[in-house]
């Protein structure tokens, strides 16, 4: 199952193209298609045909050998830091519309290094929290349970959605 590889583990099946990075990115979304309603770890999905693109893109420098330290991987941005182009919220209905004309270094250094980004993630408003809880898009639903107890487990915060 791709969605369950460590990055270490799917950067070694990009190199050995057990995979491409096409279908380790479909995969992905296909998993946050089916979850995220449920979940809610996703303020931001990007559309298909832009994650396809960069994950093509990725599969064209591994042929030349030309691939770059995180080349093909899907990776989900906190929706803290500002992609340019692309919705960032912090969380907060106040930033609900603001869609930021830079990047920030962070997603700079990701992007570079040829990571594939799925989206943004949710996260407490502001990242003041623990909890994931106080998110005005929702709360973040943690997927794991405790052996033989149905109880709901808090997900983590601020990073719920990751």
């Known amino acids: 199952m791709l969605t369950g590889l460590t990055l270490t583990e799917a950067r070694a099946g990009l190199e ?12 992905h ?3 946050i298609g089916r979850l995220n309603k449920q979940l809610n770890a996703y303020i931001t999905v990007l559309p298909e045909q832009d994650v396809l693109a960069a994950a093509d893109a990725a599969d064209a420098r591994y042929t030349k050998g030309e691939a ?8 989900g941005v906190k929706d803290l830091f500002c992609t340019k182009g692309v919705k960032t919220t912090a969380a907060s209905k106040m930033l609900a519309n603001f869609v930021p004309p830079y990047e920030s270094s962070v997603t700079a250094r990701l992007l570079d290094a040829g990571s594939v980004f799925l989206g943004k993630t949710n ?3 502001f990242a003041m929290g623990s909890a994931n809880i106080t998110s005005a898009f929702g709360s973040v639903l943690n997927p794991w349970k405790r052996q033989g107890d149905d109880a709901a487990l808090v997900p983590g915060g601020s990073s719920g959605g990751s």
Do not use: T
């Open 29 to 31: 979304l296909d998993a």
């Open 68 to 75: 770059r330290l995180m080349d093909g991987l899907p990776v």
């Open 16 to 27: 050995a193209r057990k995979f491409s990075a096409r279908e380790l990115a479909q995969a």
């Open 123 to 125: 996260l407490d408003e």
